[in-house]
């Protein structure tokens, strides 16, 4: 299960990049998200699950405004915005080391205690995904990513490249913000649940949200070619249905930080589709961070059993 997550999850950002050259970043998240909505709606109402009841409708909206609207439509406005995808998975990357470090805390619930050994694979990790982003990008590639953002610092006021650099560079911060808290708030409120019918609540208050902020932003028309569709259904089948559902059953079976270990594989492996399909650039010290990545998350995910804070 989790090898089939990694996999399916890297597809997410070769979607991304097909996709969004004919749509704006929110409206091709909502069409993903209806859709998604009918299909799970209808799957639930066959399999006759049982839905959240009470203040678990509350929980699992709070879960799904996180994941999808908070994670989701972070990676999408900061590639949009120009942000090289391979700095937003660096910064992406940060999120198993806060993982851990809220789910070890003394004032969190859930009370994981982290060992040095998983510390130890979260540092290879972070490790890993910086070659695989540095051997992407080239010796100067990151240098010049970082005097883009640096030069927004002058040039935000006036707009323009600087503006647009530092509003990725704060979408994507939000990205990984959303997504290390959605995380441990569903790992703690709604592990218990239907996976169908907590998707289909999910996407409902995702969308709920990024429809109001589409309508006042977003301009630009959705241009239906086929690689938009192919684009569309692909993220719809593979990453909401398929990733999104196996994610949410492995915070249930698992430890929050082991599973979100495995976001430091995403990047390797999405570095590999794009040389098998775009035939980008993959040098010795992207391998070398792959096989990094790797280890780091061996130790982690190898790790003894977690047990529970009694402080």
Do not use: N
């Not at 977003?218 to 994610?247: D, I, K, M, P, Y």
Request: charged share 10%; aromatic share 10%; glycine share 14%.
């Amino acid at each position: 299960m989790p090898g089939l997550f990694v996999l399916l999850w890297a597809t997410g950002f070769i979607g991304a990049k097909l996709g969004l050259p004919y749509a704006p970043p929110l409206k091709f998240l909502l069409w993903r998200f209806a859709i998604v909505i009918v299909l799970m709606t209808l799957l639930a109402l066959a399999a006759r699950a049982l839905w959240p009841r009470g203040v678990q409708w509350v929980h699992v909206a709070v879960a799904g405004v996180l994941l999808q609207a908070g994670y989701v439509g972070g990676i999408f406005v900061s590639i949009d915005l120009g942000m090289p995808a391979g700095v937003s998975a660096l910064v992406v990357g940060l999120q198993p080391v806060l993982t851990a470090a809220f789910a070890a805390s003394t004032t969190s619930s859930l009370g994981e205690r982290v060992s040095a050994r998983q510390w130890l694979g979260f540092a290879l990790g972070f490790g890993g995904v910086a070659l695989v982003v540095w051997g992407r990008a080239g010796p100067g590639g990151l240098a010049a990513v970082a005097g883009a953002v640096g030069a927004g610092a002058v040039g935000a006021g006036a707009g323009g490249v600087g503006a647009m650099a530092w509003g990725g560079l704060a979408a994507v911060v939000m990205a990984l913000l959303a997504m290390t808290v959605g995380l441990l708030y569903q790992k703690r409120y709604c592990g218990t649940l239907d996976v169908r019918t907590q998707s289909v609540v999910q996407f409902i208050a995702a969308a709920a949200v990024l429809l109001p902020l589409s309508l006042a932003f977003e301009t630009r028309a959705v241009v239906w070619s086929g690689e938009f569709l192919f684009a569309l259904g692909w993220l719809v089948l593979v990453l909401s249905v398929g990733a999104v559902s196996l994610l949410l059953v492995m915070i249930r079976r698992g430890a929050a930080t082991s599973v979100s270990s495995l976001m430091y594989l995403v990047p390797p492996v999405t570095a590999l589709m794009a040389w098998l399909m775009f035939d980008e650039a993959l040098g010795v010290a992207a391998i070398a961070g792959m096989a990094l990545a790797a280890a780091g998350v061996a130790l982690v995910a190898g790790a003894p059993p977690v047990t529970r804070r009694t402080d």
